[in-house]
């Protein structure tokens, strides 16, 4: 069984543009979830779809969106980035979005460097 | 005060003995609690999950839970070297009105399991 895959795995972008992320879930999990993992803030919540809509919001700046297709696949877009957007961007998915059975699977993540 | 605390470490045992990572959380009604286990360079990975209050033991880790005192544990007995990682503490937490709830994680604890 395929596990959860992010492309692409490195980038490497210029202030002020913009970037595109993608994460495929593993087959089957209809929630999606992202974090930003930096050294200091350690792993950030971003924003978790499920079924096409966004669940919830982490305290992130409106430069940060993404959004999830029919088939679970899902994007996020960082707009005008800044220096401080340099992190791991993780996504995770699960089977549901149960309170209880909330298990992630996590990605290789993609590793955004802004220069 | 953070959502979920953890001591960030290092916390360096001898192989063979026994390791004691620890998280206290602040929201009372979190029903799901995990440990992930990270190594450098690399994803999360889930190695345990709790629900209820008590113990719950899964080859050598044992995860403890009370919710009384807002507060989970993660055992490993005897520690390998290959168990050295960063270990996080992950809460499902409740959102802001009208959100779902979220998986919200600890900074993580370093592990450094020596010979």
């Known amino acids: 069984k395929a596990g959860v895959t992010q492309t692409p795995r490195y980038l490497i972008k210029t202030r002020g543009q913009q970037v595109t992320l993608s994460c495929s879930p593993i087959?089957?999990?209809?929630?999606v979830s992202w974090y930003q993992q930096t050294p200091g803030q350690g792993l950030q919540f971003l924003f978790e779809?499920?079924?096409?809509?966004?669940?919830n919001k982490g305290n992130f700046p409106g430069r940060f969106s993404g959004r999830q297709f029919s088939n679970s696949r899902s994007e996020m877009n960082v707009s005008t980035l800044e220096l401080g957007d340099s992190a791991l961007y993780l996504c995770?998915?699960?089977?549901?979005?149960?309170?209880?059975?909330?298990?992630?699977?996590f990605g290789s993540g993609t590793r955004l460097t802004v220069v | 005060q953070k959502e979920v605390e953890q001591n960030s470490g290092p916390l360096s045992v001898p192989e063979g003995a026994i390791a004691s990572l620890n998280c206290t959380y602040s929201?009372?009604?979190?029903?799901?609690f995990f440990w992930y286990r990270q190594y450098s360079g690399k994803s999360p990975e889930l190695i345990m999950s709790?629900?209820?209050?008590g113990d719950k033991e899964d080859g050598r880790f044992t995860a403890q839970l009370n919710k009384a005192s807002q507060y989970v544990s993660l055992l490993i007995r005897d520690s390998q070297p290959s168990d050295s990682a960063t270990y996080l503490c992950?809460?499902?937490?409740?959102?802001?009105?009208?959100?779902?709830?979220?998986?919200?994680f600890g900074t993580g604890t370093r592990l450094q399991v020596t010979l």
């Open positions: 995770a998915s699960s089977l549901t979005t149960s309170r209880r059975d909330y298990g992630y699977t």
């Open positions: 087959s089957g999990h209809r929630s």
């Open positions: 779809y499920f079924s096409e809509t966004q669940r």
């Open positions: 929201d009372r009604g979190s029903q799901s």
């Open positions: 709790i629900y209820s209050n």
């Open positions: 992950a809460v499902n937490m409740k959102g802001d009105p009208g959100t779902a709830s979220k998986l919200t």
